[in-house]
């Protein structure tokens, strides 16, 4: 017993005594951490439930179709959480050309990356449908990095995640087809909006949205769709994309 031993018992002994003495030195062992869980320090809420205590009770602003949420090249005071709608970001050039650079849905944060960085958005934002959408002021932001360190990781992945997807988004518009642009645009747009369970899910953006996502003229766009529609990879319906063959459009 001075060696650290918990109990012993002495032959002979039958097999009731020995699971009498086994039991008993379980009962103790939940004696022993039922009272360590009273006086240990609650355990840390996970990150999800951190940042959805953080964006619950603030104020939320509503915006309309084509409406923007932030333009190219201002100075970032906030980052933005959507509570409903979508969301495109998007740059243009000198000619006006848009390219759409990432799409967002509920409980996606934007303009991070400008915070993160300490730079103005290179990218405007705006609705694609009405949406509502959480304005989260820098200074609350910063005390939330500041208190909990380990949200810092999460918008480090967020970053990463966003750089890549950008990279393969422009090694895609520099080398791929007609064909193959538009199929990736019509599958970024499926897997980005389609929940779980949602079988009839619908493609309702404007051709020129999806356009723009593509980094083609709209025309071109359209005379694809018609090409899809009549392989049975897509089917239109009153303006409306459905995907009833995503293996099809990823073939492509």
């Known amino acids: 017993m001075e060696l650290g031993a918990d109990d012993y018992i002495t032959k002979p002994f039958s097999s009731s005594e020995l699971l009498n003495a086994v039991e008993a030195r379980f009962k103790k062992m939940e004696e022993i951490k039922g009272a360590y869980n009273q006086t240990a320090a609650p355990v840390d809420i996970s990150i999800k439930t951190l940042l959805e205590q953080f964006t619950a009770g603030r104020n939320v602003n509503r915006y309309k179709n084509k409406q923007v949420v932030f333009s190219e090249g201002n100075r970032p005071t906030c980052i933005y959480w959507v509570k409903s709608g979508k969301v495109k970001t998007f740059k243009t050039n000198e000619d006006g050309k848009e390219l759409v650079m990432g799409l967002y849905r509920p409980g996606d944060f934007l303009g991070y990356v400008a915070l993160l960085e300490k730079s103005n958005y290179q990218e405007t934002a705006e609705a694609i449908e009405t949406s509502e959408i959480i304005v989260i002021s820098k200074p609350d932001f910063d005390a939330l990095l500041t208190s909990h360190p380990e949200i810092n990781g999460v918008f480090l992945e967020m970053l990463a995640k966003d750089v890549v997807e ?65 392989e049975k990879v897509i089917d239109v319906t009153q303006g409306s994309i459905s995907i009833p063959d995503a293996k099809g459009l990823k073939d492509i």
């Open 166 to 230: 950008k990279e393969n988004q422009l090694l895609g518009l520099a080398y791929n087809s007609l064909r193959q642009k538009v199929a990736t645009a019509l599958l970024t747009f499926y897997k980005t909006y389609k929940t779980p369970g949602n079988k009839a899910f619908n493609i309702d953006i404007s051709r020129e949205n999806l356009a723009t996502l593509a980094g083609t003229a709209t025309e071109s766009l359209i005379r694809t769709l018609a090409d899809f529609k009549n």
